[in-house]
């Protein structure tokens, strides 16, 4: 009997192929998914005036409760499919696109907003579906088979109307092959950091959460200039010496300080 708590060979295949891998099943079982759900409802009422419930960048910085998934058997089981046994973590956050009309993620690769931070380039990102997401709520799509690059040539964007304020210039990739990414609650996506992907407004009267959850080897090295502004906590496996990691049971409010807060 497959074991579907752990990515099955086609899938990890189709990983590495394709630079992405969608999961039609529940990712976690329904006592930890509804607990993170309400969870999440109680940090968006806590918004203050003004903030975006598309930005909720790093929330694990303040909100130590969420390592309860963060640092959760059923996430990380995925993940060391791809990455191996010594795993950290790297980042999180939700992003909630309002019904009615939301900001857009433009046309991105996560390496490029990461390119100075993280040696080497090798992040896998679990999103998690908090709420269905699919074409008409504005989920993401993604372009397959772009993960060889990374680093593609940016223009600026309005960023009033974008999550980022910078996208992938036209004519770098072939945007009529997009993909979308269509998942139920409580389904996931993994993808790999170099990956071109990005998701429209939500104009529909449903809105779209995704949590994401992203993960390094833990030979990976966060650069000096980094450890200032930035905290990895460990997950699994061995600790290399080459990274000093957060404790998460400690909050480090310091870091949201003069922060962007930007989505995917």
Request: glycine residues 6%; contains cysteine; hydrophobic residues 35%.
């Amino acid at each position: 009997m497959k074991n579907l708590k752990k990515l099955q060979p086609a899938e990890i295949e189709k990983f590495h192929e394709q630079g992405y891998v969608s999961l039609h099943r529940p990712v976690l079982s329904e006592g930890k998914f509804h607990p993170l759900k309400e969870h999440f409802e109680e940090l968006l009422a806590a918004l203050k005036p003004g903030e975006r419930p598309e930005l909720m960048d790093v929330p694990h910085f303040t909100d130590t409760k969420l390592f309860e998934w963060l640092l959760d058997d059923e996430i990380l089981d995925l993940v060391e499919d791809i990455l191996g046994p010594d795993i950290d973590l790297f980042s999180s956050h939700f992003i909630a696109k309002p019904p009615g009309g939301s900001l857009r993620v433009p046309w991105h690769e996560d390496s490029a907003y990461w390119r100075t931070m993280l040696d080497p380039m090798e992040v896998v990102t679990v999103w998690l579906a908090i709420d269905a997401s699919d074409e008409g709520n504005g989920c993401m799509y993604v372009i397959p088979r772009t993960q060889d690059n990374g680093y593609s040539e940016y223009y600026d964007v309005d960023p009033n109307k974008n999550v980022f304020v910078t996208e992938i210039r036209k004519g770098q990739f072939d945007e009529t092959i997009k993909v979308p990414l269509i998942l139920a609650e409580n389904e996931a996506s993994l993808h790999q950091a170099k990956l071109i992907h990005g998701s429209p407004s939500n104009t529909s009267n449903r809105r779209r959460t995704g949590f994401t959850m992203r993960y390094i080897a833990s030979s990976t090295r966060l650069s000096p200039e980094n450890l200032a502004k930035h905290q990895l906590y460990r997950a699994r496996g061995r600790d290399f010496g080459v990274n000093r990691y957060g404790d998460p049971h400690k909050t480090y409010p310091q870091l949201m300080v003069g922060r962007k807060m930007r989505g995917h």
